[in-house]
C-alpha cells in the first residue's frame, strides 16, 4: 500500500516514565502517525466514509494516551497501533513514532518508532 496518511506533531499529555515522580504527573509527548491506507475509493467518492477521519484519529489517540499509565512509551506505542488497526478497518498499515521532549537531559527528543501491518 503506498499511500499515507500524515498525522503530525499531535501533542498529547500523559503519564509515563520508569520513576516514580514520572508516575505523579503528567509529560508532553510528541506523536507522528502514518496510516497506510488505499486512498482510491476515497478519491472517486469524495466521500468521508471512504476516507480515514484525521480529527476522529487524533481523538482516539488522546484519548488513549489520557486513560493508561504506562512504564514504557514502547508499551504505549504498541497499544495505540495495535487499537487504530483493530478499530480503522481502511488502514494496512500504522507507522507511530513518539517523542518524549526532555526525557534525557543531552537530547532534544528521545523516543521510538514502529510499524505494524494488518
Same mark, same amino acid.
Given at each position: $500500500?503506498s499511500?499515507?496518511?500524515?498525522?503530525?506533531?499531535?501533542?498529547?499529555?500523559c503519564?509515563?516514565?520508569?520513576?516514580?515522580?514520572?508516575?505523579?504527573?503528567? &509529560?508532553?509527548?510528541?506523536?507522528?502517525l502514518?496510516?497506510g491506507?488505499?486512498?482510491?475509493?476515497a478519491a #472517486? !467518492?469524495?466521500a $468521508?466514509?471512504?476516507?480515514?477521519?484525521?480529527? /476522529?484519529? @487524533?481523538? &482516539?489517540? *488522546?484519548?488513549i @494516551?489520557? /486513560? *493508561?499509565?504506562? &512504564?514504557?512509551?514502547? *508499551?504505549? #506505542?504498541?497499544?495505540? #497501533? &495495535?487499537?487504530?488497526?483493530?478499530?480503522? !478497518?481502511?488502514l494496512? !498499515?500504522?507507522?507511530?513514532?513518539?517523542?518524549?521532549?526532555? /526525557?534525557? *537531559?543531552?537530547?532534544?527528543?528521545?523516543g521510538?518508532?514502529?510499524?505494524?501491518?494488518?
Open positions: $500500500m499511500d499515507v496518511v500524515l498525522i503530525e506533531d499531535l501533542t498529547v499529555e503519564i509515563v516514565g520508569l520513576y516514580e515522580w514520572e508516575q505523579q504527573l503528567p &509529560r508532553k509527548l510528541v506523536i507522528g502514518e496510516l491506507v488505499d486512498n482510491q475509493r #472517486a !467518492s469524495d $468521508m466514509e471512504d476516507s480515514v477521519d484525521y480529527g /476522529a484519529v @487524533c481523538e &482516539r489517540v *488522546t484519548a @494516551c489520557k /486513560a *493508561t499509565h504506562y &512504564r514504557l512509551i514502547e *508499551t504505549l #506505542a504498541e497499544h495505540i #497501533a &495495535r487499537d487504530l488497526l483493530g478499530e480503522y !478497518s481502511l494496512g !498499515s500504522v507507522q507511530l513514532t513518539i517523542r518524549k521532549p526532555g /526525557a534525557v *537531559t543531552v537530547a532534544r527528543n528521545v521510538i518508532r514502529i510499524r505494524r501491518e494488518r
